[in-house]
């Protein structure tokens, strides 16, 4: 099986180990993941100085995947929640896609939505399912607890469809259970992580993860794990900066992007899945996986 991989903006210039476990994981699990003959912003960062931008981009995207006969495979929650949302659109409101084919007849390209847009959770979970993911592993992991964020957009809104339902298991918490580690409900499950904040004001937003953090250490988590570039970077990166602003020095916790995990539990080693790059006290459950 065939894949676009279409890895957006956040996540190349600044979640490495996120790029690094996804092109390492799933071509092992007979998923090739073939890049994109082009590509254009998702157009997230411009929605508000030009809502039209922000539908074509995404349109682009699939069309180009359309034409090359392949579905695309998203790892940014924002990446896919535009496409998503612009799909939705492009539904409801022909005006919209005839604007849209119209431009894009310029490339010799055409928006139909017959390429479908895989998150992936939904890849792992849906595409190859839970039980795929716990015969490729080559070892379980030990049965620590661990906290799954999947963030606000694989959530939100659901009237478009998201990946990740409120009601009953997380996707995210069947593939984490499927590789051997534990996971519970816990308060901030469905909650942001304050990163839609950092533009207008930093405090807030740190003040936001802060709390988040505090949950995960009161509630006796062994580590968080998620799947969202702009999640891991407000949980992994910004502990320090919550231990300043709120004055809570136990704000510390390892966290892990779930393709990280896998490849540990299908047997790959550490630098292979960027976790040199994490910025969290990995090493505290990285020894504990090696007993």
């Known amino acids: 099986m065939k894949l676009y991989i279409f890895v957006g903006c956040a996540t190349p210039t600044k979640q490495y180990g996120y790029e690094l476990s996804t092109r390492a994981v799933f071509p092992k699990l007979g998923i090739e993941l073939e890049e994109m003959p082009d590509s254009n912003c998702c157009g997230t960062p411009v929605m508000s100085v030009n809502r039209f931008y922000s ?18 495979l998203t790892p940014c929650n924002g990446c896919h929640l535009a496409l998503s ?34 998150h992936p959770v939904e890849a792992l979970h849906d595409l190859l399912g839970v039980e795929k993911i716990s015969s ?30 409120r009601d009953g298991k997380l996707k995210l918490e069947a593939l984490v259970e499927a590789i051997g580690l534990q996971t519970r409900d816990h308060p901030e499950k469905y909650e ?23 949950r995960f250490v ?38 892990f992007y779930y393709t990280q995990l896998l490849g540990l539990a299908m047997g790959l080693s550490e630098r292979e899945l960027g976790l040199n790059l994490n910025m969290s006290p990995v090493g505290s459950v990285l020894e504990k996986f090696k007993r």
Do not use: W
């Open 55 to 72: 539908i074509y981009g995404p349109a682009r995207l699939m069309a180009i995947a359309e034409a090359g006969g392949l579905d695309l």
């Open 136 to 165: 490729a592993v080559s070892h379980k992991l030990p049965p620590l607890k661990f906290a799954c964020h999947p963030g606000c957009h694989l959530l939100r809104p659901s009237h478009i469809g998201r990946p990740e339902k």
């Open 192 to 214: 942001g992580c304050g990163a839609a904040m950092l533009p207008y004001s930093t405090d807030a937003a740190i003040k936001t993860v802060g709390m988040r953090l505090k």
């Open 85 to 118: 949302e612009a799909s939705f659109l492009l539904r409801e409101r022909k005006h919209l896609l005839e604007q849209v084919n119209n431009l894009l007849k310029e490339e010799g390209l055409k928006y139909t939505g017959k390429a479908r847009v895989y």
């Open 218 to 255: 009161e509630g006796g988590f062994d580590g968080v794990t998620t799947l969202c570039p702009y999640c891991f970077d407000m949980i992994d990166a910004k502990q320090d900066a919550a231990k300043t602003v709120t004055g809570d020095r136990s704000l510390s916790i390892p966290t």
